[in-house]
T-cell receptor
Framework: GNSVTQMEGPVTLSEEAFLTINCTYT??????LFWYVQYPGEGLQLLLKATKADDKGSNKGFEATYRKETTSFHLEKGSVQVSDSAVYFC?????????????FGAGTRLAVHP | GAGVSQSPSNKVTEKGKDVELRCDPI?????LYWYRQRLGQGLEFLIYFQGNSAPDKSGLPSDRFSAERTGESVSTLTIQRTQQEDSAVYLC?????????????FGPGTRLTVL
């Protein structure tokens, strides 16, 4: 079946530290991959996406590369800020019945302290 | 409106009661989705609407759950005879269509607590 596994949180970092949040997936076909972010008290927002193998999605200093050989889409940022504290969700997009069905991981909470 | 809105933001109900959750999608978005997010877990897909039709209801957990959409706009998710395991945040999302690259825009959610 289709599923997403991401590293358990919480992840606690100091400001300016390097961030990696691991995400691996199992999918049939050729999925799209997404990272969504949920800031405290807000709805989910799309952070970045990649639609085919070797694509790199990037936004706000975050990056993730679609690796088909390792079925991974790890999220990275070189220098985190306190404002990056949020819950990050990796998601798989599968074409199902003509639409893009999203399957989410459990989420990883990131806490950045000054 | 500027984004997806949901109401109420919080709902506390007693076991066995019925509840209705409302979603107002972004104007012009033809696709609408409902998800459930249990505490500490990821989002579970519930149902997808294209226009007023629901071609995919595969995520509805039981026949106590139903949803409708009218005017290709507002959607209501109804849970009958609520149980404690229904406690969760219910999220609605909308998108412009069905193409694989279309982004889903999420509302802030309704937090449902069943006592």
């Amino acid at each position: 079946g289709n599923s997403v596994t991401q590293m358990e949180g919480p992840v606690t970092l100091s400001e300016e530290a390097f961030l990696t949040i691991n995400c691996t997936y199992t999918a049939t076909g050729y999925p799209s991959l997404f990272w969504y972010v949920q800031y405290p008290g807000e709805g989910l927002q799309l952070l970045l996406k990649a639609t085919k193998a070797d694509d790199k999605g990037s936004n706000k200093g975050f990056e993730a590369t679609y690796r088909k050989e390792t079925t991974s889409f790890h999220l990275e940022k070189g220098s985190v800020q306190v404002s990056d504290s949020a819950v990050y969700f990796c998601a798989l997009g599968i074409l199902s019945g003509g639409y893009n069905k999203l399957i989410f991981g459990a989420g990883t909470r990131l806490a950045v302290h000054p | 409106g500027a984004g997806v809105s949901q109401s109420p933001s919080n709902k506390v109900t007693e076991k066995g009661k019925d509840v209705e959750l409302r979603c107002d999608p972004i104007s012009g978005h033809t696709a609408l989705y409902w998800y459930r997010q249990r505490l500490g877990q990821g989002l579970e897909f519930l149902i997808y609407f294209q226009g007023n039709s629901a071609p995919d209801k595969s995520g509805l957990p039981s026949d106590r759950f139903s949803a409708e959409r009218t005017g290709e706009s507002v959607s209501t998710l109804t849970i009958q005879r609520t149980q404690q395991e229904d406690s969760a945040v219910y999220l609605c999302a909308s998108s412009t269509g069905t193409l694989r690259r279309n982004e889903q825009f999420f509302g802030p959610g309704t937090r449902l607590t069943v006592l």
